[in-house]
Antibody, heavy 121, light 106 residues
């Protein structure tokens, strides 16, 4: 069974940093691109960024709203995905989901349960 | 960036009704469009990929069509368990979600 479990959310002050983790199981993690998607309270979905797989040199892409502040990384030996968030702003407050990109399209076919990040003084 | 305009933002329909949601891209995205369902407090679920392909296990009352800039998502016969917010997502360039459509029962 495919599972994605996020952790690391919490309350952080504006300008602070936080690192989210996503533990994957039930599939060959190293084969897949992985995304982060967030959802502010009561709002819609916002794509945050992507890491490609080893075959594609682990390249990353980011939404304009987080580029230069957020960094996505992965450790295939640990089946883990990470999101390092620096210079956090109040507008980064959201539930953060990790999601698997399918192997046959660019849809996100499995999602974690999400972890809440609150940026507030 | 390619913007996605999704409409309506909300709708109310009766059980058994046909429900249609549209998504318009700001430029040609071929068939690079997915549709998701999100129930309150839950993670989104992929329903349709590549504009018209039904994800495994998704009921056949859900369908998608379109290419280029105009796309349609249809529930052929609305069921109570379909109450959710639906999102389109393009992936021609960087992925981008539409604003969502909240579907309620009348």
């Amino acid at each position: 069974e495919v599972q994605l479990v996020e952790s690391g959310g919490g309350l952080v002050q504006p300008g602070g940093s936080l690192r989210l983790s996503c533990a994957a199981s039930g599939f060959t993690f190293s084969d897949h691109y992985m995304d982060w998607v967030r959802q502010a309270p009561g709002k819609g979905l916002e794509w945050v960024g992507r890491t490609r797989n080893k075959a594609n040199s682990y390249t990353t892409e980011y939404a304009a709203s987080v580029k230069g502040r957020f960094t996505i990384s992965r450790d295939d030996s640990k089946n883990s995905l990470y999101l390092q968030m620096n210079s956090l702003k109040t507008e980064d407050t959201a539930v953060y989901y990790c999601a698997r990109v399918t192997g046959y399209s660019y849809g996100l076919d499995y999602w974690g349960q999400g972890t809440l990040v609150t940026v507030s003084s | 960036d390619i913007q996605m305009t999704q409409s309506p933002s909300s709708l109310s329909a009766s059980v058994g009704d046909r429900v249609t949601i549209t998504c318009q891209a700001s430029q040609d995205i071929s068939n690079y469009l997915n549709w998701y369902q999100q129930k309150p407090g839950k993670a989104p679920k992929l329903l349709i990929y590549d504009a018209s392909n039904l994800e495994t296990g998704v009921p056949s009352r859900f369908s998608g069509s379109g290419s280029g800039t105009d796309f349609t998502f249809t529930i052929s016969s609305l069921q109570p368990e379909d109450i959710a917010t639906y999102y389109c997502q393009q992936y021609d360039n960087l992925p981008f979600f539409g604003g969502g459509t909240k579907v309620e029962i009348k």
